[in-house]
């Protein structure tokens, strides 16, 4: 399964230009440049398993969105050509959740 980088549109004005500003060990903070709003991304597990996933290429770099897998805290999560989202390290199907919003 081929993927790519994990994209996450801000919850409040929908602009695609949203970086994350923390580190795993911290938290998952994000913002947006476009209108400031701060949130954080959560996912649950869907259910199903996916094999055969191949990481994007390029792989993220440390600002992209991220996010952590619900079923074994990987941050390898990226996203299916049908925008699914996928564990690149278990293979977890997974559903994307935006908490913590608080508008710009």
Do not use: Q, W
């Not at 792989?59 to 050509?81: F, G, Q, W």
């Amino acid at each position: 399964m081929k993927t790519r980088k994990l994209a996450i549109d801000c919850p409040v004005c929908g602009s695609g230009e949203v970086f994350y500003s923390c580190t795993p060990n911290c938290c998952f903070n994000h913002v947006c440049s476009h209108c400031g709003t701060t949130f954080e991304p959560a996912t649950t597990s869907k259910g199903g398993m996916a094999t055969g996933v191949i990481p994007p290429d390029p792989l993220p770099d440390s600002t992209d969105p991220t996010a952590e897998c619900a079923k074994c805290a990987s941050t390898a999560v990226y996203m299916a050509e049908d925008g699914t989202l996928v564990c690149g390290a278990c293979g977890s199907l997974l559903e994307l959740e935006i908490t913590e919003v608080a508008p710009g």
